[in-house]
């Protein structure tokens, strides 16, 4: 297995505050990632998973604790440097596609490379190869509303890889799809793996989740238990 | 994200809400249109009042009777007040008393009806001696204008303005009255010459309507016997003596009627100060009317904060995903700054092209002159830019400080 640790979680709480009302949506995960490592993390609804990927993601800020990226503590950071981290070292997908329904599909791949400051000529062309990576070399100019669902999140999965992120995180990527699409998404993410990037894969599917090295299963916020799976021992 | 792909970002954005954009546009339209309208007449008001005091002719000082200077108002009814005479202009002619005055002309004007044959046409009759011409710095079109004998001996002839000319003149005669007889008063007078246009920028100014005759011609056609004069025209030497011959004129004319300066009977202009008192009331209507179109400037102005305000709330999603894909708080407030001043910036284009296209159709619906102005245009252009930078702030800086998590999961 690979070594260096990526993700470094010590004790991270997450509260939800609504007026008075306060909620534990995390009490307390420890846990490391090492790079290149394909983690699946499992659990009930409403047991934190998709709070535990949005601060992997940078994308919201625990309450207490330390999340240390790639030796960085993510909590010292300004705004705009959780920006770039975002947009250089991880790609996401999620469980809504959220793709911007107004823009073709390579406009959509094409969006963090814009705020990746890549000139125009190139991005056309990397979005288009993504694309083709995905198997939708023959749908670049359509929007969303002409694509399927499955072809959607695909869609979703070449904006993700269209910046070479080390880290993929997916919150729930085959929640809305059929087994056929469902397939076709989680092929896309073992290649990713295979190519040497770091996957955290959220789901409540165990089947899912089988396809993942490590799981991590969460109840009400806190990690219940952390085992490797079949797949463990395959090196890539 | 540079500024170019943001300014294309931008467009587009606002081409994808085109109704929406123009009806945002509408109030910003509208404001720079009637400001660019509002300057444009009053300037167009002030080039005709200047242009027609420019053609009373250079360096004039303009004598009339009746006090305008006092406070207690216009003493002695303005032109109808015997207190200005002949004599006082020959007065002023004398060289040794008005050293400064290169030449005077006295007038009479009364308004009468004037026949060539069938046609009748009513002007203004202006009495007058020899040197007008000159003083008001007129030429001839065709003929001569009347001598110091024809004067002396109150010759029955008149020299017409070209508008009173082409009036009186439309059959076989009309292209060369000169020689033909017209009639004023039941009195046969021949037509010896025709002059030509003033010049001054507006049609059917009376400077080219109106019957000259000598003014001695002009007293017996109004059965007058007096020698009270209407208005008295000094040409100075030269523009550096104006002030001077205004002075030697003033104190002339106190010392022949015999009243002190407070108590003066008649009244001197100059053509700056003509224009400057014409200009004064018209400047007063232009500034009401571009202060009540600068209001709906901002009223425009804040219909664009309001559909940005709008347009960030709809879009919350959105921006939680660009932040999510690695937009910076900034590169967010950028963008929606530049669609708030490119909405205001094209809403400022399409007014100045009202303005313009209304520059070119209004004068000849309301018969007013509109100068548009290049420094109106520009800054009314820079307003437009300004009021969609300003406006555009608030909810830049709201779309900017949104947390992407808050706005990734907003519905
Ligand atoms: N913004 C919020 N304010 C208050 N409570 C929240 C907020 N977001 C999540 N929660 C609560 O935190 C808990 C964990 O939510 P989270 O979305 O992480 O669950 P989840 O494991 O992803 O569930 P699911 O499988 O249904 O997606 C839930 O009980 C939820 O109600
Ligand atoms: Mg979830």
Redesign the pocket.
């Known amino acids: 297995m690979t070594s260096e640790p990526i993700i470094e979680l010590t004790a991270i709480r997450k509260t939800?505050?609504?007026g008075t009302i306060e909620?534990e949506?995390l009490r307390g995960i420890d846990t490391d990632i090492a790079e290149g490592e394909y983690v699946a993390v499992i659990?009930?609804?409403?047991?934190?998973?998709?709070?535990?990927?949005?601060i992997l993601g940078c994308l919201d800020n625990p309450t207490e604790g330390h999340y240390l990226l790639a030796g960085e503590d993510v909590s010292q950071m300004t705004e705009t440097q959780l920006a770039e981290v975002r947009n250089k070292r991880i790609g996401f997908v999620f469980?809504q596609f959220n793709l911007l329904a107004s823009l073709s599909a390579w406009r959509n791949v094409e969006l963090p490379l814009i705020y990746a400051g890549v000139p125009r000529a190139d991005r056309r062309a990397r979005a288009v190869r993504a694309l083709e990576r995905v198997g939708l070399g023959d749908r670049v100019d359509n929007r969303p509303g002409e694509l399927s669902g499955g072809q959607q999140q695909r869609v979703a999965v070449a904006r993700a890889l269209v910046t070479e992120p080390a880290m993929i995180l997916a919150?729930?990527p085959t929640g809305n799809l059929d087994s056929r699409s469902t397939a076709d998404v989680l092929g896309l993410l073992d290649e990713l793996h295979a190519s040497g990037r770091t996957i955290v894969l959220?789901t409540?599917e165990h089947e899912v989740a089988e396809r993942a090295q490590r799981n991590l299963v969460?109840a009400d916020?806190e990690i219940t238990s952390d085992v490797p799976t079949a797949r463990a021992g395959v090196i890539v | 994200m540079n500024w170019l792909e943001t300014v294309r970002a931008g467009a587009e954005a606002v081409r994808a809400h085109r109704m929406r954009s123009i009806l945002t546009m509408l109030g910003i339209v509208i404001g720079i249109a009637s400001v660019i309208l509002t300057v444009g007449f009053g300037q167009g008001a002030q080039k005709e009042v200047k242009d027609e005091i420019d053609a009373l002719g250079s360096n004039l000082l303009i004598v009339s009777p009746g006090s305008t200077t006092d406070s207690s108002g216009v003493r002695g009814g303005f032109g109808s007040a015997t207190t200005l005479t002949l004599d006082d202009a020959s007065a002023i002619g004398e060289d040794s008393v008005v050293p400064d005055a290169e030449k005077v002309a006295a007038t009479t004007s009364t308004n009468a009806a004037v026949a060539a044959g069938e046609t009748n046409w009513t002007t203004s009759v202006v009495g007058t001696t020899p040197s007008w011409l000159d003083v008001r710095t007129r030429t001839l079109e065709a003929g001569r204008f009347f001598t110091a004998e024809e004067l002396a001996k109150g010759a029955d002839v008149v020299v017409l303005g070209p508008d009173t000319a082409s009036e009186l003149f439309t059959g076989p005669t009309a292209a060369n009255p000169v020689g033909q007889t017209v009639s004023i008063g039941g009195r046969q007078l021949t037509v010896i010459g025709v002059l030509d246009s003033s010049g001054a920028s507006s049609t059917g100014t009376s400077e080219d309507d109106q019957a000259v005759v000598p003014i001695s011609t002009a007293k017996s056609l109004t059965g007058s016997t007096d020698n009270a004069v209407s208005t008295i025209y000094v040409e100075a030497t030269s523009a550096d003596t104006l002030s001077a011959a205004y002075q030697e004129v003033q104190s002339l004319l106190l010392t022949r009627h015999g009243v002190a300066a407070s108590d003066a009977d008649f009244s001197i202009s100059t053509q700056d100060s003509l224009v400057e008192t014409a200009n004064s009331t018209n400047e007063t209507l232009t500034v009401l009317l571009t202060g009540v179109a600068a209001i709906s400037l901002l009223v425009g102005g804040v219909g664009v904060m309001n559909i940005m305000l709008v347009s960030v709330t709809e879009r919350i999603r959105e921006i939680g995903l660009r932040k999510a894909l690695g937009a910076t708080p900034s590169v967010i407030g950028r963008q929606f700054l530049v669609e708030a001043s490119m909405l205001g910036l094209a809403g400022g284009i399409a007014g100045v092209l009202i303005g313009v296209v209304g520059s070119w159709v209004l004068p000849s619906i309301i018969d007013q002159p509109v100068t548009l102005s290049a420094f109106a245009t520009g800054a009314a252009l820079a307003t437009s830019l300004a009021l969609g930078v300003g406006f555009g702030v608030y909810p830049a800086s709201r779309a900017a400080r949104l947390t992407p998590i808050d706005a990734l999961?907003s519905e």
């Open positions: 939800y505050r609504s909620f949506a659990g009930p609804s409403g047991s934190g998973k998709s709070t535990l990927m949005n469980q919150d729930e959220i409540h969460i916020g | 999961r």
